[in-house]
Structures are given as structure tokens and as C-alpha cells.
């Protein structure tokens, strides 16, 4: 190899890699995965809410994610966040906001706050948010991140999950990100008139992903899809 040769090549891999590494650059990459993955994961499987797709096409998901897996963060699967806990794969944190019918304004109870991402799309869809997560160290990570990204109407505490948010009932709309063996009746009780409650059930490998609507002081269950998401238990760990 000559060394002229030599010189050009090491230019451009140190401009690839400066380009690379630049906040700007960096920031185009993010938003163009963010794009692709609305259009191939979302779009493609039947995701046809404008304000879903628009919340899941604006949100930074990387930032929801720890930092070795930001390169990751847009792919079609779940992430490890921590404590034995995981980000939801996108496809599936559309589907429930979907189903959940939000609208601004709304209050929007979230059951397992994991990273906060499932709570900045609702929040960035108008909704009022009050999100609910056992372990401390990642409700009190996800309520950082919320603050810096500005969703100031995402309040989060920490609690057991099961026993909802009873002071700040009744709710529009209820979310689960964790599995409980059967429905807790407090969510049930928490549910305003007309409003839905998304929940996965079952044990540890055999999970539906239910929708209950209360009309008329009525509960209305419908099975959705099979999902498979980490247990609810309590703040012993004993699970639900």
C-alpha cells in the first residue's frame, strides 16, 4: 500500500469517525431509526392511530434505554433496563396505547413505570399521567428523564402497582406493564365510566394481553393477543 494511499485512508476513517461521533450526526441516526421503526414495525402491522404513530415518532426511545443498548434502541424487541425489568418491544407499547383510546386530556393511570417510556408516549399524546413503579431506582431514573425531556404531566411514585392510585381516581384509561395472575380488583374500581383498562394476565410464559371497558358500571373483557411480560408482585417480591 502506498503511503499517499495510506494517508487518505486514515483521513477518511478518522472523518467517519468524528462524523460519527458528533452530537448532530448522532441525533439524524436516532431520527431516522425513529422513523423507520414507525413505518416497518408499526405501520406495516396495522398500527393506524395518527397520534399513537406520532407520539412513537417523536419520543427519543434511546434515552429510555441504558446507554450500552442506545444502539438498539429502535429495534423490533424488548430491552433489558435493569433489576430484572425490560423496555417493551415498540410494536407492542403502540398496541396497548392504541387500545387505550387517548385523547388529550385524559387521565391515564400506568401500572410499572419500568424506564419511563410507556409514560412519555402517553404524555406526549396530551394525557395526564400518573405512573406507578415498585422498584425505586428505576422510578426515580424514569422521573429524571421525563423531567429533562419536559413531560412535566408525567408524575411518578413509588408504590405497589396493585393497589393503584386511589387518591388521584377515577382514571380515563389504565395501563399494565407487568403480568398479575388475574385482574386487581382496586384497577377495576379506579376505572371511570367508559374507560378502558389494558392489562397482560396470566403466569410467567402463558400471558393474554386483556382490554376491560366499564360501561354502565359493567366491566367488558375482551382477549386481544398472547404476550409475555414480567410478573406484578409486590414490594416483597412475592408475585401477584
Known sequence: MSSIYRIITAF???FIFMIGDHPSAKADEYDAQRSAMVAEQLMRRGITNAQVLRAMGTV???RFVPKRFEALAYGDHP???GYDQTISQPYIVALMTDLLDIRPGRRVLEIGTGSGYQAAILA????EVYSIEIIPELGQGAQKILASLGYQKAKVKIGDGYLGWPEAAPFDAIIVTCSPHKIPEPLKNQLA???RLV???GDRFTQNLVRLTKKEGRIIEEKVVDVLFVPMVDEKGKKY
Not at 124 to 127: F, P
Open 12 to 14: 477518511l476513517l478518522f
Open 124 to 127: 406526549e399524546m396530551g394525557a
Open 193 to 195: 365510566e367508559g374507560g
Open 199 to 201: 392489562i397482560p394476565v
Open 79 to 81: 430491552l433489558p433496563i
Open 60 to 62: 427519543p426511545r434511546h
